[in-house]
């Protein structure tokens, strides 16, 4: 299941950065919306810490899930899907066996 | 200069209880407000992080800083009243000893 850069097409290249950022973005934005709720209710510290507690989380997963490695993009794609942040039309101009794995790997 | 609980009469004890209380509950209404207005000017990823840092820091500030054992309290007045979480009347009632060193440590 290794895919490693030379199994990318230019095209495909494309295709996965656009994809990439665009799902990237999104998460951002709904997590900046959801910070920026979650701040305006703060009433007290422990409120603050919460925060503090969910940002640490957020990150740590956030800097983990978006790995623009070659051989991570099939199960980087599959977990944006699984989640919601990507759509399986926006991988289309990738190839049919990497589109059937992404989308396999998203039912799991 | 090691002041232990015995040196501290009831008296002072709820002073001292009194004074720290308000000092904590202003630094963390302070920081409430300081972390709303912050939030509501996230734009970007980095801001979130940054606020992430910022919370980071100042939660390991003032679980530090926010010690009730009467061996550090003079020095946490000190603290207190040097960043203006404290007046220096806010702890009258305390021997004139303690205050002394109190406002001494405060102007270092």
Redesign the interface.
């Known amino acids: 299941m290794q895919v490693t850069e030379i199994d990318w097409s230019e095209t495909e290249k494309e295709v996965a950065k656009t994809a990439f950022d665009r799902a990237y973005a999104r998460e ?1 934005d709904a ?2 919306l959801e ?2 709720s ?3 209710a ?4 422990e409120d ?2 919460r ?2 507690d969910f ?2 989380a957020r ?1 740590h997963e956030i800097d983990g899930k978006y790995d623009y490695r070659y051989s991570a993009l099939i199960f980087v794609f599959a977990g944006l899907l699984k989640d919601g942040w990507l759509h399986l039309e926006e991988l289309e101009g990738l190839d049919a066996d990497k589109l059937k794995k992404v989308a396999a790997l998203a039912r799991m």
Chains 1, 2 share one sequence.
């Not at 703060?42 to 510290?45: G, L, M, R, S």
């Open positions: 951002i997590l900046i910070v920026r979650f701040s305006s703060i009433a007290q510290i603050m810490w925060l503090h940002l640490s990150r």
